[in-house]
Nanobody, 118 residues
Framework: QVQLVESGGGLVQAGGSLRLSCAAS????????MGWYRQAPGNQRELVAL???????NYADSVKGRFTISRDNARNAVSLQMNSLKPEDTAVYYCKLTLYSAPKREYWGQGTQVTVSS
């Protein structure tokens, strides 16, 4: 079992920045992917950004050039630096951990609210 602790959500004005962090509750030997998803009321949950254990990244088209995902392996953590925020970025952001062990396991954080005012 792994718990994911999220922090950094809040209220920010359009054009501003926010940094989300997510840390696993214990040492993880096989973290192969960590990422952030978001969901606004009435919308589908969507991938925002993902980073693999090898350092490869993937971003939603809507956030490319504005968001940067990074890993801190010593803390078993992942961060999402969000710049040039837009009102449409408003959503609950969820941290996700995928362990490619046998069997594959997925863990989700409880979500943190990000609100971008116009």
């Amino acid at each position: 079992q792994v718990q994911l602790v999220e922090s950094g959500g809040g209220l920010v004005q359009a054009g501003g920045s926010l940094r989300l962090s997510c840390a696993a509750s214990r040492s993880i030997s096989s973290i192969n992917a960590m990422g952030w998803y978001r969901q606004a009321p009435g919308n589908q949950r969507e991938l925002v950004a993902l980073i693999t254990s090898g350092g490869s990244t993937n971003y939603a088209d809507s956030v490319k050039g504005r968001f940067t995902i990074s890993r801190d392996n010593a803390r078993n953590a992942v961060s999402l630096q969000m710049n040039s925020l837009k009102p449409e970025d408003t959503a609950v952001y969820y941290c996700k951990l995928t362990l490619y062990s046998a069997p594959k396991r997925e863990y989700w954080g409880q979500g943190t609210q990000v609100t971008v005012s116009s």
